[in-house]
């Protein structure tokens, strides 16, 4: 009796033991989302992992979006953006960015422009809540919830971007956000537009892999995900909506704004509301 309660015990402590790294296995096959620090903890600096087993790489994801919603939103594009893109110039409502700084050489190469990319972000609070709209009828915000990536109850679009290119000739690979964030800060890219250059990406084996943008679909990347816009020449503009969500955590946040402060005037600060660009002190402003 004795020598079978033994054995028992001994299996059970051997399951307790191997139990999570086998939930663990299954949940990254799955393309689920891993967590890299204490379960225990409900704070939103707690990084997370994400595997995507078809792209075989870390933190991105595809989501279905409402052709419906896209077109809405392609309708305001021709609106606030389309009408002024031949004019090199910021709106009242969009503040061009790009080059992100007058240092900044990231569309060049030797004596050659790499691509004609253009980025219009929001300018105002009530351009803003306008295109808030918009990311909440596509469902961006489900789509991290039910993935556990973000983990915070009050989730922060901290800026929102029109993005326009017609070519690319070379590769800039580089990531949205510091792997330390893991999960809790999400670019998504949303097509409003039948594509012609698409994403490169490096896969978990460093391979140059390709991702086709496709209308009613829509692209999370998370931190630590490479990537760079891809190679071609289309026949008129890709158009893209790029939503920058993340938590309202503090430590986040400081994280999101080594990314940010360079290429924004203005952005959503969860602690502060819609604001200037807090490294800006009265300067000069940032929009072409």
Not at 88 to 107: H, I, R
Request: charged content about 25%.
């Amino acid at each position: 009796m004795t020598a079978t309660f033994s054995i028992i015990r001994v299996v059970g402590l051997t399951l307790l033991l191997i139990l999570p790294t086998l939930f663990s296995v299954v949940a990254a096959a799955s393309g689920e989302a891993d967590e890299s620090c204490s379960n225990s903890s409900s704070s939103s600096s707690c990084t997370i992992d994400y595997y995507n087993e078809a792209m075989n790489a870390d933190n991105v994801f595809e989501i279905d979006v409402d052709p419906k919603v896209v077109l809405d939103v392609r309708a305001d594009y021709e609106k606030d953006v389309k009408p002024y893109l031949k004019t090199g110039k910021s709106t009242d409502d969009f503040c061009l960015v790009s080059p992100y700084n007058p240092e900044a050489t990231t569309w060049k190469f030797v004596d050659d422009v790499r691509s004609d990319i253009k980025w219009y972000s929001v300018n105002n609070e009530k351009t803003y809540e306008k295109y808030l709209e918009h990311v909440n009828r596509l469902g961006l915000f489900d789509a991290v919830r039910e993935r556990n990536w973000i983990q915070s109850e009050n989730l922060t679009v901290y800026s929102m971007f029109l993005i326009v290119r017609s070519f690319s000739k070379k590769y800039q690979f580089h990531e949205d956000w510091s792997e330390q964030v893991g999960t809790q800060i999400a670019t998504f890219l949303v097509p409003l537009s039948d594509f012609y250059v698409g994403l490169a990406y490096k896969d978990n084996d460093g391979k140059t892999k390709k991702y086709d943008y496709k209308l009613g679909k829509a692209v999370g990347l998370g931190g630590g995900f490479m990537h760079s816009t891809g190679k071609g020449q289309g026949e008129e503009e890709d158009v893209l909506l790029c939503v920058y969500i993340g938590s309202d955590d503090p430590k986040i946040w400081k994280y999101a704004r080594r990314n940010i402060d360079d290429e924004l005037e203005h952005y959503m600060s969860p602690s502060r509301g819609f604001i200037r660009n807090e490294n800006l002190k009265g300067g000069p402003s940032k929009c072409e």
